[in-house]
C-alpha cells in the first residue's frame, strides 16, 4: 500500500486526494469534545445538554446538519462498560461484597459515567464529521458528490 507522510501519521487515498485542504482531526475532536466548535475552537458547539448549536457563534460554520445520531451512546455504552466491568470484577475478586452492596455502587456509577461522557463523545463525534468533510461539512461541493 503506498502512502504518503503528512506531518506524523501515515496517510492513504481519501480526503488527501479530493483537493480539499486537510482539517486537524485530532483538534476538531479534542475542541468537540469540550464543548467547541469544530473549526475555529471558540464557539459553543452545544445549546442543550445533547442539542448542537445549528451554527457557530463566531465563526459562522454550520452544525445543523451533522449526523452523530447513535454513534455517541453506542460509544459510551463501551467505554463506560469497560470501566464499570473491570472495576466491579477487580472488586469482586478483593472483597466480600454483598449483592446489595454492589448494586449501590455499580448503578449510580454507571449512571453517572454515562451522563458525564455523553456529551463530550458527541463533541467528539461531531469534531470528526468536521475534520473529515462528511454529512455536508464539506460545502456546497460535498452535498452533490
Request: hydrophobic share 45%; glycine share 12%; with cysteine.
Amino acid at each position: 500500500m503506498s502512502g504518503h507522510l503528512f506531518g506524523n501519521e501515515e496517510v492513504f487515498g481519501g480526503e488527501n486526494h479530493s483537493g480539499r485542504p486537510p482539517r486537524p482531526l485530532r483538534e476538531a475532536m479534542k475542541r468537540g469534545f469540550f464543548g467547541k466548535c469544530p473549526h475555529c475552537g471558540q464557539g459553543k458547539l452545544f445549546r442543550a445538554f445533547a442539542k448542537t448549536v445549528d451554527h457557530c457563534s463566531v465563526c459562522g460554520e454550520e452544525m445543523s446538519h451533522h449526523r452523530a445520531d447513535d454513534l455517541p451512546a453506542y460509544l459510551v455504552i463501551t467505554i463506560v462498560g469497560h470501566i464499570v466491568l473491570g472495576a466491579f470484577l477487580s472488586v469482586e475478586l478483593l472483597t466480600e461484597w454483598t449483592s446489595w452492596q454492589h448494586l449501590a455502587l455499580w448503578i449510580p456509577l454507571t449512571i453517572i459515567l454515562s451522563i458525564l461522557l455523553l456529551q463530550p463523545v458527541k463533541g467528539a463525534v461531531v469534531g470528526l464529521q468536521w475534520a473529515n468533510y462528511m454529512h455536508g461539512f464539506g460545502g456546497k461541493d460535498a452535498m452533490e458528490v
